[in-house]
């Protein structure tokens, strides 16, 4: 039962922080065109990082948890708790893997705007060394690469919201597995 009440607690504190990423990406101000704030956008950023490692990181010991139950199934010699088991810990682990895609791309939304402070920084150190890293060799001629052209209209606070609705998308998903799991919870944790 410790197990099982581990993995749930890991997911609702994954539900939690979800939908703090959600709100975060949809307040965020990175742009703006009055005030250049780069202390501001870089805290804002090194918030969403945050709240993308926590995310990560509970749902790593979550997925631990299901581990353990999978191996508790694997060890019943009663079938019908052990279907229970297995299905409880397989939605769980669902949602859980959910939480843990919505951190992976957290972290890619702060990695592209970080690359993008640092093309645009002005900052000659910075550029050089993101050039020396993205470098390529030809034949004994290193070429640069060709910056992505912008797209029109686009902020960086469009695109954080854009972000937010798409791990928006997710949570039915993550619910749909909390659901199952409810479902199987008492034949998964009696004899416990």
Request: aromatic share 2%; with cysteine; proline share 4%.
């Amino acid at each position: 039962m410790t197990h099982a009440n581990n993995a749930i607690g890991n997911e609702l504190t994954g539900d939690t922080t979800v939908v703090s990423a959600i709100r975060a990406l949809h307040n965020t101000h990175l742009t703006d065109p009055l005030e250049d704030n780069p202390l501001q956008r870089s805290n804002t950023l090194l918030g969403l990082g945050k709240l993308a490692s926590s995310l990560d990181s509970n749902g790593f010991a979550g997925i631990a948890e299901v581990k353990r139950l999978r191996a508790l199934a694997d060890q019943t010699t009663d079938p019908q708790r052990k279907a229970e088991l297995t299905a409880f810990a397989n939605a769980l682990g669902g949602a859980l893997w959910r939480q843990r895609k919505v951190a992976r791309e957290i972290n890619g939304f702060v990695a592209a705007m970080n690359e993008h402070d640092l093309k645009a920084g002005g900052n000659a150190e910075a550029e050089d060394t993101i050039g020396m890293s993205h470098d390529t060799v030809l034949s004994g001629v290193v070429t640069r690469p060709t910056p992505d052209p912008p797209l029109d209209n686009v902020t960086d606070d469009d695109q954080a919201a854009t972000a937010a609705n798409t791990f928006q998308l997710e949570i039915p998903n993550i619910i749909r597995d909390e659901q199952t799991a409810s479902s199987h919870i008492t034949g998964a944790v009696s004899g416990c």
